[in-house]
């Protein structure tokens, strides 16, 4: 059996987390074992995912900025837990300390997999902070420090990693899903709608993070222009994060709470694309959003920031929009009147998307020799 460490971040309701879990179905698990590393080992044992397989939980209690020495201690003894692979999920450099003790301690796969292409803080001073070191460090990045390296997009590829890192050996790994999963349900679409009262309303959906990068005031904004010419619109948020209370008093200080719906994070999210009629991200930035890939499987028209990677577009029915309140209020109105349900699933399979080809992928990913 092949022990894979999965370094990864704290929210479990992340992407990153997202791509990992839709893989464990069709990993066979007597051949890899998946292990995770991070700092919210709490809350990710308290997911449905961790009561079905049981993975080894490592919590990571310190940071480098605290102290390199401590920081080392801790790392070199948990990798001493005898991994064959270790997979680091990568938003942005902070530093490779990580990378370097798994290639000085010689474990056989050092993988540095790059999910982002911008940096996720609300607060601009932080948020330029933390460019500077990612700028700095991902300069000094070179080979030394992993044995293969992944994007989930050739954008997101271009962030993490320097010009000098040829191209042609970063391996570009879909956002994959079970594509099954998420096709069209009439009865699945009557019975939430039912439950929320909507039968006869127009749904946006939004699915992502509260946080700054998923942009959900502006998303409210556009929609309440918008709402103010159909009175048949409703918005559904879903997700968690930091800046969920504040979006909900936003909508409470709006008088929109009969007309938007905020959400924390479902577990079914594959039944709340159903009951949408559209979807919406208008992020300012995405590696490559597995939200959208979702809501393609659904058949749903998205309508996404032309921020995101153009590679996202599967079906052919992604709407890239500026970010400007009139373009989003007009596609709202456009969209919304013109709703057609696709049959995606042929689209997908002939793009790379599902889950299947996507786990043959990465085990051959963890089997190559270097």
Known sequence: MKRILHMTPPEVSNGVYRYIFNHMPVIDQEKYQFCFLTKNAEDLMATPEYRIYNFPVYKLNGVQRDGREAFEREIRSILSEDFDVIHLHTSSWRGFLIEEIAMDMGIEKVIVHSHSTGIDFEDEDERNKIYKDHVYYKELFDLKYATDLCACSKLAADWLFPNKI?????????????????????????????????????????????????????????????????????????????????????????????????????????????????????????????????????????????????????????????????????????????????????????????????????CSLYDKVR
């Open 166 to 362: 040829p191209r042609d050996i970063i391996k570009i790994m879909p956002n994959a899903i079970d594509a099954k999963k998420y096709a069209f349900n009439e009865a699945i679409r009557v019975r939430l709608r039912k439950k929320y009262g909507i039968e006869n309303r127009t749904v946006l959906g939004h699915v992502g993070r509260y946080s700054y990068t998923k942009n959900q005031g502006f998303l409210i904004d556009c929609f309440c222009e918008a709402y103010k010419k159909n009175k048949s619109l409703f918005l559904i948020l879903i997700g968690q994060g930091e800046n969920i209370q504040k979006i909900k008093g936003y909508v409470k200080e709006l008088d929109m709470v009969e007309n938007i719906l905020c959400l924390g994070w479902e577990n079914n999210i594959s039944d709340y694309l159903q009951a949408f009629d559209v979807f919406c991200l208008p992020s300012k930035f995405e590696g490559l959003p597995i939200s959208v890939v979702e809501a393609q499987a659904a058949g749903l028209r998205c309508l996404v920031s032309d921020c995101v990677t153009s590679e996202v577009n599967i079906t052919g029915d992604v709407v890239f929009l500026s970010l400007q309140r009139d373009v989003w209020r007009d596609a709202i109105l456009k969209y919304s009147d013109e709703y057609i349900r696709l049959d995606t699933q042929k689209a997908l399979i002939d793009a790379g998307y599902t889950i299947e080809s996507s786990g043959e992928r990465l």
